[in-house]
């Protein structure tokens, strides 16, 4: 799925870097968003195939983010895959609740996270079209 476009949203830098540059190489177009307003905005502008979105960031938290991108245009075909280091079965439920297409927990392998990145870009048939195309 090389020149999809993926929005990777959270507020370590290093997360961020780690991701972009994996994402990268396998050919994907990579925007960073630092925290949940940022994210609005940027998945606006850049209209992402897939969202990488953290929990626990400043400004609108990524339960807030997944709720409002659902209720933006093109937003409900758009899988989100929540990254977080909160665990528990209750956020798990909660993330399934607001319709996200996966939860990885943090710390999490790259290589696993790329594969789930592709499955779901597969699984959604994407071929290159805006994501309010589709």
Do not use: C
Not at 23 to 52: C, N
Not at 105 to 110: E, V
């Amino acid at each position: 799925m090389t020149n999809a476009r993926i929005l990777v949203v959270d507020d370590d830098r290093v997360i961020q870097q780690l991701l972009k540059v994996n994402l990268e190489l396998e050919g994907y177009e990579v925007e960073i968003a630092s925290d949940g307003e940022e994210a609005l905005t940027s998945f606006g502008m850049f209209q992402p195939h897939l969202v990488l979105l953290d929990i626990m960031m400043p400004k609108l938290d990524g339960w807030e983010v997944s709720r409002r991108l659902k209720d933006t245009p093109g937003g409900p075909t758009v899988p989100i895959v929540l990254l977080s280091a909160r665990a528990q079965d209750t956020d798990v439920k909660r993330g399934s609740e607001l319709g996200v297409a996966a939860y990885v927990t943090k710390p999490f392998d790259p290589i696993q996270l790329l594969d789930l990145v592709a499955d779901l870009l597969t699984r959604r048939n994407y071929r290159g079209a805006s994501p309010g195309l589709q």
